[in-house]
């Protein structure tokens, strides 16, 4: 532990959001760990369907009725951006992996793509099953 003579701390010992500026390689891993936690919740949401379809046409008309709601295909909605994310930042940190892309520039414009692409991905999905009427 860092100290001084009257025993105080001289600075932190490990860097925290109030010490770093923030950039888009900060944003991102922040993102991926959120991405993670929404995934986490979907497949809660998979888990309470499969429940709700064997527990019978009342239950899962309950279920289909929730998940329906405007809130509900929010969530969807926000899983599926998690998933075109984690699936885009996995193969980011793949090249990453490999040596490639750690220059500050390139760094900065995959972290970019990665969360364009999420965005991207997932309205382009929504917009492709609200015209075969799946939603």
């Known amino acids: 532990m860092t100290e001084t003579s009257r025993g105080l701390p001289e600075r932190p010992l490990s860097p925290h959001l109030q010490v770093w500026r923030w ?6 891993s922040i993102l991926h760990r959120a991405s993670l936690f929404a995934l986490y919740v979907g497949v809660l949401l998979l888990a309470g369907w ?7 046409p009342d239950h899962y ?3 289909t009725g929730v998940i329906g709601s405007p809130l509900g295909k929010l969530v969807l909605f926000g899983i599926t951006v998690a998933v075109f994310y984690n699936v885009a930042y ?12 750690f220059e500050p ?16 991905a997932a309205v382009v ?11």
């Open 23 to 28: 950039h888009i390689t900060m944003a991102c």
């Open 50 to 56: 499969a429940l709700a379809l064997a527990s019978g």
């Open 61 to 63: 008309a309950c279920y």
């Open 90 to 101: 996995i193969i980011r940190q793949t090249f990453w992996d490999l040596g490639k892309g």
């Open 105 to 120: 520039k390139t760094a900065n414009l995959t972290g970019v793509v990665v969360i364009a692409f999420a965005i991207v």
């Open 125 to 135: 999905t929504w917009i492709l099953a609200a015209a075969t009427g799946a939603i």
